[in-house]
């Protein structure tokens, strides 16, 4: 099966097919150039033997779907992607326009050059090139390709659960977001979780004075600061009653797949702008893929500016950033926090901003090291298995509404600059990327499920 | 001594005199004006009877000084106040010229009515009264008017240590302030004291991404949490080590003081903006006067805007404002807070941002009563005793820099305005103030020191 050979054949072809989606713009958060762009996707999925395609509604943009079906025997891919891109942003910053695409120093810069347009392009110029080579898939494929990502697939949970039946599949597979530095590819297993509370406490109607008020108001931000060292110790273990449950401990096979991660603790502490940290590499895995977090990520009362001023704030507030681990539900942790604040601060007002369920798919999965192996000998590069990322993103969708496990394999460089100006996509990762993806699919039909 | 006949067959000259001085300029901030207003005073002073009067240097802005010498047995008052204002603020909300003074239902509007020119005016025209009423002053009078005063009475200390000899007094009389709600008078015996700091920490280079780096990087929020629970508990007790040592318990007679002054809980609830303040009266002036507080002006890391951004705050920032009670040192204190940051949280930076001694004159002094009374009579109106105010004033300057006991008696409205726009001084506490100067004069010539 000599993929790469028909990729070379291809390379310019390929490149105009990517170039002209990107050219078209697909912004959700202004609706502007959505339907347009979801339309040429099912003209992309068609052109590249995708036999059945159609445009789902849902309430705000519409899902591009696509099915190529072998047999009712065979495993089943479902690819999900995403057709729609950030606003530009600062149109100054752009070296070229955001929807132009332009080729420099091998880099392809357009908006959507590596989120998710160039990826989700090169899984689809995947089955025109394994078409090409073998002429018959081996499996069935289905596309998922929403138009909602950027603004927090508000409709997807939905989508899927309605859907159930159409998107039957034995694994979900996804290329978004960057690799790991250097250019080595990596399969993610998993997410953390997330839970977003804004804690607040209006204390007076106004600033008082510290002097002539001084002992006589109550302080909001002290009251705020007791409140959050009943919820966590000076160790930094949350006090939350139930908060800790549901933590499930990493499996033998986890701790393994996190021996063989690469840890640099130099480029661990340049990362993070912090010369001090201090781990072994499985601290740092457990930390950031097996444990919860309980963050703070803005505590604002009173004056922050230069100098003194002399006041008893009137209020404060605290932004708190959990990230959940498996088995921690959003819904229940935000139970747990209310409950808590009823109890120990009751005018304290608890608000959510956001939430995102924790989710995992085994690492003793059979196709697990094979899309490993597959990225490994595409892009000629040492590949490795985490089994979560530290961040989130809707991956429970697949393994907790379809259920069905669901890896992410990054095609995307990791200086991408998704979400910012010059965003971009080394060239080479995206045929590269086109390969992996046909060597996902030889693979699968080799596992027995 | 019919000090009230004096005053009324004088209503006009005495506020013409007072609005040349308010039509003078004398911004001590921008250095506008200052030594022409100085050199008014001193001519105010002359042509109020005042034999020897002299411009004193200082660093910056020159001190008006003046003396009325009697007899060397004779007791002094030295009365101190200021000729220098406020910068008017935004020009557009006031509703006459701020440099040109104009009487409105029964108030002078001008920058300096209230603050201080009104007051240290009624101070010298009761001089000019006394003189016409009696011929003589039965006691010696020293003036020490500074031009400093608005921008933190930088070289006061000095400026006292350096002429102990010259300010020699018995008593340092200053008005100055508003006085209690409607229109009732007060004496106050002290001032609390003030120790400003801010902790600051910066943890790492720049804000992390709360998924991808959390549990990695350290929260500045957090351990400045952490600092601060470690100075005080949760039911507001202050726990470093030493900072209540010197702390003096209110004296029988400043508790009867107490129990004497005004208090009403929903007048105090409407002042401070919080329905649910629950305290005696006792409570309230006890915690006011006598306690120390440990006030969080402050406290500001990360996002502090709508809505979620997911960040790992790069540092965090707290302002401390201490009000300090007798005999608290803010040096001392300062040394405290140091070692315990050191100590607790090494890595915590501690700045001061300003400082004040507390200061309080005995309630036992014999010309307290007298005090009282004059301004009772003079205002028509019940007048209080008040230990110490809840907030700051440079008046350990008297007490421990000269050594001298120091009454503030305010004349000015309790809505003066000073530092506001339209600042005003109602015209009948002009009026008022000089009768109860010279009522103050008239009974320290009685006082056995």
């Known amino acids: 099966m000599d993929f790469r050979r028909v990729i070379e054949a291809n390379r ?36 590249s033997g995708i036999g059945h395609v159609e445009l789902m509604e849902t309430e705000i943009h519409p899902v591009v779907y696509g099915e190529y079906h072998v047999s009712d025997d065979a495993p089943t891919i479902l690819v999900y992607g995403h057709y729609d ?3 530009p942003g600062p149109i100054e910053e752009w070296e070229s326009p955001p929807f132009e695409p332009m080729i420099r120093e091998g880099r392809i810069y357009a908006r959507g050059a590596g989120d998710n347009k160039g990826q989700i392009m ?11 080579a073998e ?14 990502e950027e603004i927090g697939s508000v409709n997807l949970d939905s989508f899927v659960a309605q859907h159930r039946e159409k998107l039957k599949a034995d694994l979900v597979y996804t290329s978004d977001g960057p690799m790991l530095p250097n250019g080595h590819p990596y ?14 406490l209006r204390e007076a109607d106004f600033d008082n004075h510290s002097g002539n008020k001084g002992n006589i108001v109550p302080n909001p931000a002290w009251k705020l600061m007791d409140l959050l060292h009943t919820m966590r110790s000076a160790d930094g273990q949350v006090l939350i009653e139930g908060f800790h449950d549901t933590v499930k401990a990493p499996t033998e096979r986890e701790m393994e797949l996190i021996e063989k991660l690469p840890f640099d603790l130099e480029e661990v502490r340049r990362n993070v702008g912090h010369a001090g940290i201090e781990m072994t590499k499985a601290e740092y895995y457990r930390k950031l893929c097996f444990e919860p977090t309980f963050n703070i990520s803005g505590f604002t009362s009173g004056y922050g500016g230069e100098g003194a001023k002399t006041i008893i704030p009137k209020d404060a507030k605290v932004k708190i950033d959990m990230r959940l681990v498996m088995d921690q539900d959003p819904d229940v942790i935000f139970e747990l926090v209310r409950d808590h604040v009823a109890k120990h601060a009751p005018d304290v007002s608890v608000k959510k901003l956001g939430q995102m369920s924790p989710s995992r798919s085994s690492a003793d999965l059979p196709f697990i090291e094979p899309i490993r192996k597959a990225a490994e000998a595409s892009f000629g590069k040492k590949t490795f298995i985490q089994p979560s990322m530290g961040g989130s993103l809707p991956d ?5 509404v379809l259920g069905t496990p669901s890896v992410v394999v990054p095609y995307a460089n990791v200086d991408e600059a998704n979400h910012s100006p010059n965003e971009n996509l080394v060239v080479e990762h ?7 993806t046909c060597r996902v699919i030889a693979e699968m039909k080799h596992i027995k499920l």
């Open 430 to 436: 995206f045929y590269s990327g086109i390969e992996t």
């Open 122 to 132: 090169a899984q689809i110029m995947a089955i025109r090139t394994y078409l090409e």
């Open 12 to 47: 310019e072809s390929y490149m105009d097919e990517l170039f002209e989606v990107l050219n078209q713009k697909s912004i959700s958060a202004q609706n502007d150039g959505i339907r347009e762009c979801a339309e040429l996707m099912m003209e992309k999925l068609k052109g």
């Open 85 to 87: 891109v950030q606003p």
């Open 187 to 200: 399969v993610l297993l998993g997410v953390r979780g997330m839970l977003y509370v804004e804690l607040a």
């Open 135 to 148: 002429g018959e898939l081996p499996v069935n494929v289905k596309f998922l390709i929403e138009g909602e």
């Open 396 to 400: 429970a969708v697949w393994t907790k």
